[in-house]
Structures are given as structure tokens and as C-alpha cells.
């Protein structure tokens, strides 16, 4: 069993920055491939960005890739996303996710724990 609590979120102007962070319970955290999600109002949960349980290994989705980036501090047991030239269309609720073992998928059904969420608000 993992719990997942997401912190850092927060209201940001167009081309500004946040970092998310997630904290876990557990032993084994390097053993589960983290992910992170977001969900716009009115829309569906969308995959943003994975990490290996290593995190040698990252994968972003194709609108975040250059300016997102995923990491991990497996003392900390913490997962991050550190976001740059934030836009509108990033604003959403950010998810913390985790899955236990190697896992490539990008839907969300793949994943077994999850946070609660972050709002991040990107205004214009």
C-alpha cells in the first residue's frame, strides 16, 4: 500500500514556473514507477509525465516535453515536476500516481495509488 500527497501547487502567470511535489509512505518507493496527471475542468485525467523506479528513465507527454520535467529523490521517497513556461492550457488538477514495478503505460487505469491532487492555475 503507497499513499501519495501532492504539495506546490498554485496560481502562476503565463511563461512562470512551479515545482510539484509528492510525497509517499512506504518502504519500497524505488520500486514503483511514478507518474504524473492532470485534469482540466470538463475534460478527462490526461497522462503528463513517468518515471522509472531508477529514474533513469522519464517519458513526457508530447505538450510538455522541453518545458516539464519529472525526477525523483528515492531517500526523500518524493517524486517532482518541476514545470517551466507554464500556458493556460497547463492549468488543471496535477495527480500524483504510482504503479508497482516496470510500467510503460500512459492511461491512467494502469496506475494503482494516487494523491489527491494539486490545482496549478496558469491565468493569461
Known amino acids: 500500500q503507497v499513499q501519495l500527497v501532492e504539495s506546490g501547487g498554485g496560481l502562476v502567470q503565463t511563461g512562470g514556473s512551479l515545482r510539484l511535489s509528492c510525497a509517499a509512505s512506504?518502504?519500497?518507493?524505488?520500486?514503483?514507477?511514478m507518474g504524473w496527471f492532470r485534469q482540466a475542468p470538463g475534460k478527462e485525467r490526461e497522462f503528463v509525465a513517468r518515471i522509472s523506479g531508477s529514474g533513469r528513465i522519464t517519458f513526457y507527454t508530447v505538450s510538455v516535453k522541453g518545458r516539464f520535467t519529472i525526477s525523483r529523490d528515492n531517500d526523500r521517497s518524493t517524486v517532482y515536476l518541476q514545470m517551466n513556461s507554464l500556458k493556460p492550457e497547463d492549468t488543471g488538477i496535477y495527480y500524483c500516481?504510482?504503479?508497482?514495478?516496470?510500467?510503460?503505460?500512459?492511461?491512467?487505469?494502469?496506475?494503482?495509488?494516487w494523491g489527491p491532487g494539486t490545482q496549478v492555475t496558469v491565468s493569461s
Open positions: 500516481a504510482a504503479v508497482f514495478g516496470v510500467n510503460v503505460a500512459v492511461n491512467s487505469a494502469s496506475y494503482d495509488y
Open positions: 512506504g518502504r519500497t518507493f524505488n520500486s514503483y514507477t
